[in-house]
């Protein structure tokens, strides 16, 4: 119920209670409440389902952006995320040239990271390789790191840790732990993509002490206990 007395009106009619809570209504679904995301003045340059923006030289009138409130470098690049039905995530970024997330078909949910060194993984062997990517997300999301599935397929190569957490307070470099699962050495040439990163909303849990757990229709039973068919 909306208490009418704290908005401090004269007296009213019911006809226009019902249009105040209308307009109340359409304002809440038009930026629900958790969902606003922040909005970045900048030049664009769109490619495939995800657009590049610059800040720099080529906007020589561009001496920062504005994101969340604080003041970005000028040379600040951001990968802009667009969802089905509008939505979108803007991510900032620092990476060399050619080395950003990218998207390499409309509707991909993860964008491929590039190793930016040469290496090669023998048999069994594992190795914490370089991407040279930075980046700052808002608070309620979380980037994970996701295995190639040509790379996992065809020569075994996947994430150890998969999935990788990289948390939307994290500012250093994101690093793939890459794992050959196969009896083969297989190389990795500068360039090559390595892993996809893939951003989801996360919840933050409160948690509340108690004597007792309720009930369930699984109880403890763990690993194994639905069987194998």
């Given at each position: 119920?909306?208490?009418?007395?704290?908005?401090?009106?004269?007296?009213?009619?019911?006809?226009?209670?019902?249009?105040?809570?209308?307009?109340?209504?359409?304002?809440?679904?038009?930026?629900?409440?958790?969902?606003?995301?922040?909005?970045?003045?900048?030049?664009?340059?769109?490619?495939?389902?995800?657009?590049?923006?610059?800040?720099?030289?080529?906007?020589?009138?561009?001496?920062?952006?504005?994101?969340?409130?604080?003041?970005?470098?000028?040379?600040?690049?951001?990968?802009?995320i667009d969802y089905a039905g509008g939505m979108h995530l803007d991510v900032l970024i620092i990476a060399e040239e050619g080395f950003e997330p990218s998207y390499a078909k409309p509707g991909d949910a993860g964008a491929d990271l590039r190793s930016t060194e040469s290496l090669v993984l023998g048999p069994g062997e594992r190795a914490l390789v370089k991407t040279g990517v930075r980046i700052a997300m808002p608070d309620g999301y979380v980037g994970l790191v996701h295995p190639r599935s040509g790379l996992a397929a065809k020569h075994g190569i996947t994430v150890l840790n998969t999935p990788g957490t990289v948390d939307a307070g994290y500012r250093g470099e994101i690093m793939v732990t890459l794992l050959n699962t196969s009896k083969e050495d297989f190389a990795i040439n500068r360039g090559d993509r390595i892993a996809q990163l893939v951003f989801q909303r996360v919840e933050r849990a409160m948690f509340h002490p108690v004597s007792e757990l309720p009930e369930s229709a699984r109880g403890e039973t763990g690993f194994g206990s639905s069987g194998r068919s």
């Open positions: 119920m909306i208490d009418l007395g704290i908005l401090n009106l004269p007296a009213i009619k019911s006809s226009d209670v019902t249009l105040i809570i209308g307009a109340i209504q359409v304002a809440r679904a038009a930026n629900p409440i958790g969902t606003a995301t922040p909005r970045i003045s900048a030049k664009s340059n769109p490619k495939g389902s995800a657009a590049r923006r610059t800040i720099g030289p080529d906007n020589e009138s561009a001496k920062y952006v504005v994101v969340a409130g604080r003041r970005r470098s000028e040379k600040t690049r951001f990968t802009q």
